[in-house]
Nanobody
Framework: QVQLVESGGGLVQAGGSLRLSCAAS????????MSWFRQAPGKEREFVAAINWSGGSTYYADSVKGRFTISRDNAKNTVYLEMNSLKPEDTAVYYCAGRRGSRLRAEVSEYDYWGQGAQVTVSS
């Protein structure tokens, strides 16, 4: 079993930056595809970014491409989301997720493990 705990959320002005971290327990972290999703009030949870086990392959939603960067440190069992040029529409609860297997997937149903979420609020 893998447990995921997000940190680093908060309130930031538009144009600012934040870095989210997701710490994982368990020895299988380095074999998992790790992703970030987000959910705004009244909306469905949506894919943000994914990274493969080695960090050598990444995949981004069009809405964040060029502004957000996903990375991981397997020695620390941690995945990160660096968010730059933040916009008010980025406001959401951000979730870390992990899936067994090697493919980078954007569907919520493909993920086996979820964190509790971290609030990110971007003011205009």
């Amino acid at each position: 079993q893998v447990q995921l705990v997000e940190s680093g959320g908060g309130l930031v002005q538009a144009g600012g930056s934040l870095r989210l971290s997701c710490a994982a327990s368990g020895r299988t972290f380095s074999t998992l595809v790790m992703s970030w999703f987000r959910q705004a009030p009244g909306k469905e949870r949506e894919f943000v970014a994914a990274i493969n086990w080695s960090g050598g392959s990444t995949y981004y939603a069009d809405s964040v491409k060029g502004r957000f960067t996903i990375s991981r440190d397997n020695a620390k069992n941690t995945v990160y989301l660096e968010m730059n040029s933040l916009k008010p529409e980025d406001t959401a609860v951000y979730y870390c997720a992990g899936r067994r297997g090697s493919r980078l997937r954007a569907e919520v149903s493909e993920y086996d493990y979820w964190g509790q979420g971290a609030q990110v609020t971007v003011s205009s």
